[in-house]
């Protein structure tokens, strides 16, 4: 069983950074893929990021790459999301995710991750 509890949110002002942490609990967790996702009122879950977690590799979505970084600490069991140039439009509920990782392809989509934090909410002030 894979627990995940993210935190870090907060008001962060146009053009500002924040950082959002994922603390796993799990037994042996090798072979798991893990990610960002957000969701803004009224719109649907995006996929934000994901990294593997025992090669490190990443995968960004379109409108945070460049912006955002993913990266893990493999002793604390933590993924982070560091966030920078921040804008009105990432304001919304940040999750983050697990799922087992079955091959080489990404994962875009929610509907396929198991496992989910709570959601820590990212609201950019202009």
């Known amino acids: 069983q894979v627990q995940l509890v993210g935190s870090g949110g907060g008001l962060v002002q146009a053009g500002g950074s924040l950082r959002l942490s994922c603390a796993i609990s799990s037994g042996i967790f090798t072979r798991y893929d893990v990610a960002w996702f957000r969701q803004a009122p009224g719109k649907e879950r995006e996929f934000v990021a994901v990294i593997r977690w025992s090669a490190g590799s990443t995968y960004y979505g379109d409108s945070v790459k460049g912006r955002f970084i993913i990266s893990r600490d493999n002793a604390k069991k933590m993924v982070y999301l560091q966030m920078n140039f921040l804008n009105a439009d990432d304001t919304a509920v940040y999750y983050c995710?697990?799922?087992?990782?079955?091959?080489?392809?990404?994962?875009?989509?929610?509907?396929?991750?198991?496992?989910w934090g709570q959601g820590t909410q990212v609201t950019v002030s202009s």
């Open positions: 995710a697990a799922r087992p990782n079955l091959g080489r392809t990404w994962v875009r989509e929610a509907g396929l991750y198991e496992y």
